[in-house]
C-alpha cells in the first residue's frame, strides 16, 4: 500500500477554467489507458468529472503527471501549479471519501459513487485493474452505501441534477417553457427526468452527439428531440438552456445568442460549454456549476453534523480492506506451500503408503492451520522449509 498514490486538480484547488484545460473525456480516457499499460501500470484508474480530474494507481506518480500532460495537451508547469498529490494511507483515504461523496464539492453528493464505478469499470475493460484495485473499489461501494442507509448526508438536495430543477422552478415558475437540454448522457438523462418529474409544464426538447441515443430517450420518456447538427440555428427559439455534454467547441455563442428569447443558461459542462463573451449580455442569467455549487451550501450545515459517523464507517471498511490486502500479499506463498507439501507427501516412505485422500486432507488441513495463523497475525514469518519438515514428521502441522 506504500506505492499506492493519487494525483490530480480538483475544485478545492483549481477553477472551472483549469479544470476544464485537464478535463480527461471518454476519448482521451482511452488514451490514458493506453499510456498507462506501455508505461507497466497494473493499477490505474481515471476518475474525470465536472469538479475533478483524478488518477488512482499504484506505481509512479512521475509517469502518472506525464499521461495527464500528454493527453490533455497541457504544461506540465501548469499541472504543478495546481496539482494535489496523495501516497500510500493518504490516498486510501481520499479514494474512499470521494467515492462516499465526502469530497465532493457538494458534501453528500451521491452522483460520484456512479461515476467512480463507471471509472472502475473502464479501468477493467482497459486491463489496468488489477485484483488489488478491483477489491478496494469494491469495499468502497459498500462503505458508500453504508453511509447513506446510516446517515441522512443525502437527504435534501446534494446532486447538482437536482439543483438545476430547484433553479428552474424558481425563475420560470409555473409558467410554460421551452427548455433545451443538451447532452443525454447519465447526468443529463436524471435530469430530463427530473425535469419531466417536476416540471411538467416545461415543453423540454433533447439534443445528444449521438442522435440515436437522443432519439431512443425522446421516444421513451415523451421529449422533442433536436438534431445536434441543427442546435446553432434553433438555440435562440428555447428560453432555458441546460448544457450537459463535453464538447471541445462552445455550443453558446454571442452569435447564436444574442437578441434570443433566452432568459437563462445552465452550463453544467466540464469543458464550459457557454462562449465567456456570453456573459456580457445583461439579459442571459448563466450560471456554471461552480455558481450551482455555492447555491447548495446552505443545507451543509445539517449534513456536517453526520461526519463523524460517516468517518468512523470509512474507517471501518479501510481496516478491511488493509487487512485483506496483507493476507493477499501471502497467497503466493500459500500456493507455494501446498504444492511443496505435496511433492513431501509423495517422498516420504510412511506418507506414501497413505490412501490418496487422507493425504490430501492432512494437506489441506495443513494450509488450513496456517491460514487461520496468517489472519491471526498478519506479521507471521513463513518458515516453508519448517513446515514441511514438521509435516513430514508428524502429518500435521501444529
Known amino acids: ?36 499499460k506501455s508505461f507497466g501500470f497494473e493499477d490505474f484508474v481515471v476518475l474525470s468529472t465536472c469538479n475533478r480530474t483524478e488518477i488512482y494507481g499504484i506505481g509512479s506518480i512521475e509517469l502518472a503527471e506525464e499521461i495527464i500532460t500528454t493527453v490533455c495537451s497541457q ?10 498529490i496523495r501516497t500510500a494511507d493518504g490516498a486510501l483515504a481520499h479514494i474512499f471519501q470521494v467515492a462516499s461523496g465526502l469530497d465532493s464539492q457538494i458534501l453528500g453528493d451521491y452522483e460520484i459513487l456512479g461515476q467512480f464505478k463507471n471509472a472502475c469499470k473502464l479501468s477493467k475493460e482497459n486491463g489496468v485493474l488489477g485484483p488489488i484495485f478491483e477489491r478496494m473499489a469494491n469495499i468502497c461501494i459498500q462503505a458508500s452505501k453504508e453511509i447513506k442507509t446510516k446517515t441522512a448526508l443525502s437527504k435534501g438536495t446534494v446532486s447538482a441534477s437536482y439543483a438545476a430543477i430547484e433553479i428552474l422552478k424558481e425563475k420560470f415558475g409555473e409558467k410554460p417553457t421551452k427548455c433545451l437540454l443538451v447532452g443525454t448522457g447519465k447526468f443529463g438523462n436524471n435530469i430530463s427526468k427530473n425535469i419531466k418529474h417536476y416540471l411538467p409544464h416545461f415543453e423540454l426538447t433533447i439534443s445528444n452527439r449521438t442522435h440515436s441515443t437522443a432519439m431512443d430517450i425522446g421516444e421513451t420518456q415523451g421529449f422533442d428531440v433536436l438534431p445536434y447538427t441543427n442546435i446553432n440555428e434553433s438555440l435562440r ?27 437563462l443558461i445552465l452550463d453544467l459542462s466540464i469543458p464550459q460549454t457557454v462562449h465567456p463573451h456570453c456573459k456580457i449580455d ?7 456549476i461552480d455558481t450551482i455549487s455555492e447555491i447548495l451550501e446552505k443545507s451543509l450545515d445539517k449534513r456536517k453534523t453526520y461526519l463523524p459517523i460517516a468517518n468512523a ?10 487487512d485483506w490486502e496483507s493476507f493477499y500479499k501471502k497467497r ?8 511443496m507439501l505435496i511433492e513431501a507427501s509423495k517422498g516420504c516412505p510412511h506418507l506414501a503408503k497413505l490412501d490418496e485422500t487422507v493425504k490430501d486432507e492432512m494437506v489441506n488441513k495443513t494450509i488450513q492451520k496456517f491460514v487461520v495463523g496468517l489472519k491471526q ?22
Do not use: W
Open 1 to 36: 500500500m506504500e506505492n499506492i498514490f493519487v494525483i490530480g486538480v480538483t475544485f478545492k484547488n483549481a477553477d472551472i477554467t483549469i479544470r476544464s484545460a485537464f478535463s480527461i473525456c471518454a476519448q482521451k480516457q482511452k488514451e490514458s489507458y493506453d499510456l498507462a
Open 75 to 84: 504544461p506540465k508547469q501548469l499541472l504543478d501549479s495546481y496539482k494535489f
Open 237 to 263: 427559439n428555447f428560453e432555458a438552456v441546460v448544457l450537459s455534454t463535453s464538447s471541445d467547441k462552445y455550443i453558446v455563442t454571442p452569435e447564436n445568442s444574442t437578441d434570443s428569447e433566452i432568459k
Open 282 to 288: 445583461n439579459t442571459i442569467e448563466i450560471l456554471d
Open 313 to 322: 464507517i470509512i474507517n471501518s471498511h479501510i481496516s478491511t480492506f488493509v
Open 332 to 339: 503466493n506463498q500459500i500456493v507455494s506451500l501446498k504444492k
Open 377 to 398: 497475525d498478519k506479521d507471521l514469518k513463513f518458515e516453508p522449509k519448517s513446515i514441511v519438515e514438521k509435516f513430514i514428521r508428524y502429518g500435521l502441522v501444529d
